[in-house]
């Protein structure tokens, strides 16, 4: 007999991941343990030949966005996000970047100079470069235990044919300790096998097809694990860290809190924004994001996003004051960044300028 979903999870657990058919909405399943969530992802190889440092040799995590910048101008900058150096290649002049790859950019076989920035400063340059294709990664499978299914995917399973089996596009939806949304995760998949789980007489271990699933980084799962017990209480606790993982803070900052506040405060309002740790972009927005909101807050997470919040919805009405607290130190770390083509501009001075046109007087102390 094939279980059905049930309305009270607590017997079996919390359940944390929900399985949604994202065609016609309806729930695959609920369950309360993901194995092969976290994962190594494919990642996107080059070889810069010829390459020639602008400023310390790069080594290790390189970039949230790393930008390949062709010389000829008639062709866009290629993005590579998280970027990693693997150094040398041994006995060449050339080295290796790896990074998630957009797909856009200097076509395949491009011959010419590309230089290459991170957004703060340029890296290097290199004569030619060469997109190298990885080696076949040996996929790990999706296991969903603890398992509650659905209608839908009950009659799936017993009739278990290819068709039937074959979930097309899915989305894994991750709730936190206390039921609140805290991320998603798309997939393509088809169902490989199931089985009774040690989670429940009444429940199953559902075995998911992983090539298609690209798998949360390593590097987040620390962080997730800290937002599992629910959002951060006390301000400020993602200063510790560094621009990587900064950067995976907010992105559960927007997505959980990517809805509109709870309410607005009203017009008139005095805000206080601790920039003592404003050295990068992801910091620029998570003190932003607190000072409106509070502990875990979101009000942008780039200029564009700053905008729409300024229109309200989002704990802000205007007109307001922002007492922007050590802001030398914003000024000193974000009054250069490059755009994707090379071209500097301030950002610190932007954010101001948004601010202001969004009715937010601002007082920099």
């Known amino acids: 007999m094939i279980p059905t979903v049930h309305e009270d ?4 657990g919390r359940a944390r991941y929900t399985l949604t058919d994202t065609e016609n909405g309806h729930i695959w399943g609920v369950c309360s343990e993901a194995e092969g969530l976290f994962g190594s992802s494919r990642r996107g ?9 602008e400023a310390v040799e790069v080594r290790g995590w390189v970039g949230s966005r790393v930008w390949l910048v062709p010389e000829d101008d008639t062709l866009e900058p290629w993005l590579l996000e998280d970027a990693e150096s693997l150094g040398r290649h041994p006995g060449t002049d050339g080295l290796v970047l790896t990074g998630l790859d957009d797909y856009e950019g200097p076509p395949e076989g491009h011959r010419g100079v590309v230089r290459v920035h991170d ?3 340029w890296l290097g340059s290199c004569r030619e470069f060469a997109r190298v294709l990885p080696p076949e990664r040996e996929t790990t499978p999706l296991v969903l235990r ?3 299914p659905g209608e839908q995917l009950r009659q799936a399973l017993l009739k278990g044919t290819r068709r039937a089996l074959d979930l097309e596009e899915a989305a894994l939806e991750i709730r936190d300790d206390r039921g609140e949304p805290l991320s998603e995760a798309l997939l393509w998949t088809k169902v490989i096998a199931w089985r009774p789980s ?4 009444e429940l199953i271990d559902l075995e998911l097809d992983g090539r298609l699933f ?7 799962r620390p962080l997730w694990e800290r ?3 629910g959002p951060p209480d006390t301000p400020g606790a ?3 860290l560094d621009t990587r993982q900064r950067g995976a803070w907010l992105d559960l900052v927007r997505v959980r809190p990517g809805r509109p506040a709870h309410h607005d405060w009203p017009s008139g309002h005095a805000y206080e924004l601790d920039g003592r740790h404003i050295t990068d972009v992801p910091g620029l927005y998570l003190a932003l994001g607190e000072a409106v909101n509070g502990p875990g807050g979101y009000f942008g997470s780039c200029p564009a996003a700053v905008d729409d919040c300024l229109r309200g919805n989002f704990g802000y009405t205007a007109p307001a004051t922002l007492l922007w607290r050590d802001a030398a130190t914003a000024r000193e770390h974000l009054s250069r960044i490059l755009t994707p083509d090379g071209r500097p501009y301030d950002l610190f001075t932007e954010t101001l300028d948004a601010l202001t046109r969004g009715g937010m007087h601002v007082t920099l102390a």
């Open 227 to 229: 937002w599992f017990a």
């Open 45 to 53: 190889t080059y070889e810069l030949f010829g390459w020639t440092p």
């Open 9 to 12: 999870k607590d017997r079996h």
């Open 146 to 148: 603890g398992l509650a």
């Open 119 to 121: 957004e703060h400063r």
């Open 198 to 201: 040690a989670h429940g007489t």
């Open 238 to 240: 993602w200063a510790g």
């Open 214 to 220: 690209t798998p949360v980084p390593e590097h987040v």
